[in-house]
């Protein structure tokens, strides 16, 4: 996203092109998750009681770390998206701007590529993280938040923020991008973190029993994994977590019973009667 802006913007050095990534990846930030979180937590906040996955708030001083934390991260962020700038300019990577080039179903083949790769690629960084010790130490960062809302999404450690993304480098080195997909992809992986950071079930009962939904994560998955530690380590796909058999045992029971919860009674006023 931040390499079409710039290229819009022309030649403003290194330290400006950082600058500018790390600005417009904390702008999606405070976007997307600024508005999950109005919509949640103030609007919706008196309608939803029967959706929230621990009925518990997090202190506010919890929320604030995160919104910290991942302001951290949108300057890891950004220097990643620099280093892909500039790689671009040396006419070292496999990124095209004509979608000519390749055709339409290239363009949504790529899209879903990296969808898998990333997914696959974060099981397997995830589940290290949480085995290997020293490597725990940074992504308990990420882990301070066990009621996380929407401003965790990007809440890690700057070393994790890194490892989070280091594989996009590599791979426009290898595989053709058009920079919208990669745009996509950054809008789409972000929009999925930030409703596994909800801490409200937002899919319908049935979606983690039927065939057609049932390999699609959900925010009580991820809730679960903030909430009790080691397992649910996957992220858009449950695909990793059955193949390695790191579901939590209560995953599906505790989906469920959120799912098929009554909605609160509400007044008039729109208020929640009580008793
Ligand atoms: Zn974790
Ligand atoms: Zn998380």
């Not at 802006?5 to 330290?15: F, H, N, P």
């Not at 882990?143 to 993304?165: D, G, Q, R, V």
């Not at 039927?210 to 695909?239: E, Q, S, V």
Request: aromatic share 18%; hydrophobic share 50%; glycine share 8%.
């Amino acid at each position: 996203m931040g390499i079409i802006l710039k290229e819009m913007l022309g030649d403003t050095g290194i330290l400006g092109t950082w600058l500018f990534t790390s600005g417009i990846v904390f702008l999606r930030y405070a976007i997307i998750a600024g508005v999950a979180y109005f919509i949640f937590y103030y609007l919706l906040k008196d309608k939803l009681p029967h959706k929230r996955i621990q009925e518990k708030y997090p202190k506010m001083t919890k929320v604030w770390a995160e919104v910290k934390h991942s302001s951290h991260s949108a300057i890891i962020f950004g220097f990643l998206g620099m280093i892909i700038f500039l790689m671009k300019e040396q006419g070292w990577t496999a990124l095209y701007t004509d979608f000519s080039e390749y055709g339409l179903l290239y363009a949504a083949f790529s899209f879903i590529f990296i969808l898998f790769f990333h997914d696959a690629y974060f099981y397997w960084m995830h589940y290290g993280m949480h085995k290997i010790k020293p490597l725990m130490k940074f992504h308990a960062i990420h882990h301070k938040s066990h009621n996380p809302t929407p401003w965790a999404a990007m809440a890690f450690h700057p070393i994790e923020a890194l490892l989070e993304y280091a594989f996009i480098p590599f791979l426009v080195l290898l595989v053709p991008f058009h920079p919208l997909v990669l745009m996509m992809f950054a809008i789409f992986s972000f929009v999925f973190n930030v409703i596994g950071h909800l801490g409200f079930e937002v899919f319908p009962k049935g979606f983690v029993t039927n065939p057609l939904t049932a390999w699609i994560n959900t925010a009580t998955h991820h809730n679960m994994h903030h909430k009790n530690g080691n397992g649910n380590f996957g992220l858009y796909f449950n695909i990793w977590d059955r193949i390695m058999e790191t579901n939590h045992d209560g995953y599906i029971e505790k989906f469920n019973e959120i799912a098929t919860r009554s909605k609160p009674e509400l007044d008039i006023k729109g208020k929640v009667v009580v008793g």
